[in-house]
């Protein structure tokens, strides 16, 4: 077992801060069972973060001693192993975009998966399942403007959309206007409003 935690580090020393590790890439190595173990052995020893059921993340390791990846590393390792799309909800958006002051207390973010809370350190993440509309344009800026919007709702989204115009380049505006048609009517109505009023 030994040797297979060893063969497990070395492999995860070469790759980039923040890549996941599987189960699933180490079966060349050993049975399900024995690399299922060994993986569990370095989470024990602090040498893996565990991101969530069955990804791992090698701790960062700096002269001030090891701690986990960012939530932003271990989000977006989940997304890639588990082929989700996981974005920033819509508070965050809404504040990145200028539209709100408040800062999100919990670390929430949309996911085209199941609802579910992921633990990376001692911070914990709620992966929240919306409508695939509000994941639409995933992590370009005119999908921070959906995201915004929606977390606005129909009473303040039309109003905040002329400063959603001036803050985005003209071709993220118009990836926003093509995707319209995806969105809830009242959205979809105040984007074309926006566009074409």
């Not at 492999?11 to 993986?39: C, I, M, W």
């Not at 921070?144 to 985005?168: D, F, H, M, N, T």
Request: glycine share 8%; proline share 5%.
């Amino acid at each position: 077992m030994q040797r297979l935690t060893t063969q497990i580090m070395a492999y995860a020393e070469r790759l980039p801060e923040g890549t996941a590790l599987s189960a699933k890439a180490f079966l060349h190595l050993g049975n399900r069972a024995a690399v299922d173990q060994a993986l569990s052995r370095l989470y024990e020893r602090g040498e893996l973060v565990r991101a969530g059921r069955g990804i791992y993340l090698k701790a960062i390791k700096s002269r001030f001693g090891s701690r986990p990846p960012t939530v932003e590393q271990a989000v977006e390792a989940v997304a890639h192993q588990r082929g989700e799309v996981i974005v920033s909800n819509g508070a965050a958006a809404a504040n990145s975009l200028g539209l709100s002051t408040q800062v999100p207390i919990r670390s929430v973010y949309f996911t085209s998966g199941r609802s579910r809370t992921m633990i990376v350190g001692s911070q914990s993440v709620e992966l929240k399942h919306v409508p695939r509309w509000q994941l639409a344009l995933a992590n370009k800026p005119a999908g921070l403007a959906v995201r915004a919007l929606a977390w606005l709702g129909p009473e303040k989204a039309e109003e905040a959309l002329p400063s959603i115009k001036q803050k985005l380049s003209a071709e993220a505006f118009s990836e926003l206007v093509a995707a319209a048609p995806q969105f809830p009517s009242w959205l979809a109505r105040s984007v074309g409003k926006a566009a074409y009023g």
